[in-house]
């Protein structure tokens, strides 16, 4: 079955970076988009980002460009989100999220979800 | 695309008819899926395309709508489905939108 399993919480100060992994597996890893998500306190989610596992390409939600980087390790089938110049507005739960295959547009629906990741930002 | 659901919140008993609605300030076509968030949990698509029930949904949720107005209907409400459920617009090549959320509690 479908899963992708997103790694452990993370509490980081101001002005530091995070990565997220999410591990892929039952399922061809490079044939399907990843969406990244956020949702803060309180707050409705939050698009990211997208990546293309099997050539690597991204895009990137305007507001997001510049800090954050998406990448994937195609030997383990794992992706993996990284936020830098972390700020206390950053502090949400991430998701990732599988899109649809890369010969579609990647816009559509996300059919399986990671189970989020805890961001913490306080000094 | 800005995304406007409602209510915000909402109370009913178990067996009532449950609607949500969501706007989009623009036409979406019948690119607007739906999702059920609950703390905790991995997110679950609900309806994809406005209307087209998700592999392994009770049948008890569905999807109308198209342009700018759609409805999720939960047709008999269960006691599991005490959740947050979003619209989420897939139109735009510029990222999904989701909207605020709607909070249904029994």
């Known amino acids: 079955q479908v899963q992708l399993v997103q790694s452990g919480a993370e509490v980081k100060k101001p002005g530091a970076s995070v990565k997220v992994s999410c591990k892929a597996s039952?399922?061809?890893?490079?044939?399907?988009?990843i969406h990244w998500v956020r949702q803060a306190p309180g707050q409705g989610p939050e698009w990211m980002g997208v990546?293309?596992?099997?050539?690597?390409?991204?895009s990137y939600a305007e507001k997001f460009q510049g800090r954050v980087t998406m990448t994937r390790d195609t030997s383990t089938s794992t992706l993996y989100m990284e936020v830098s110049g972390l700020r206390p507005e950053d502090a949400a739960v991430y998701y990732c999220a599988r899109g649809p295959t890369i010969t579609s547009r990647p816009w559509d629906a996300g059919d399986y979800w990671g189970q989020g990741t805890l961001v913490t930002v306080s000094s | 695309i800005q995304m406007t659901q409602s209510p915000s919140s909402l109370s009913a008993s178990v067996g009532d008819r449950v609607t949500i609605t969501c706007r989009a300030s623009q036409t979406l076509s019948t690119y607007l899926n739906w999702y059920q968030y609950k703390s905790g949990k991995a997110p679950k698509l609900l309806i994809y395309a406005a209307s087209s029930l998700q592999s392994g949904v009770p049948s008890r949720f569905s999807g109308s709508g198209s342009g700018t107005d759609f409805t999720l209907t939960i047709r008999s409400l269960q006691p599991e489905d005490c959740a947050t459920y979003y619209c989420q617009q897939s139109y735009t090549t510029h990222g999904w939108t989701f909207g605020q959320g709607t909070k249904v509690e029994i």
């Open positions: 039952g399922y061809t890893f490079t044939n399907y988009f």
């Open positions: 990546i293309n596992p099997s050539r690597g390409s991204t």
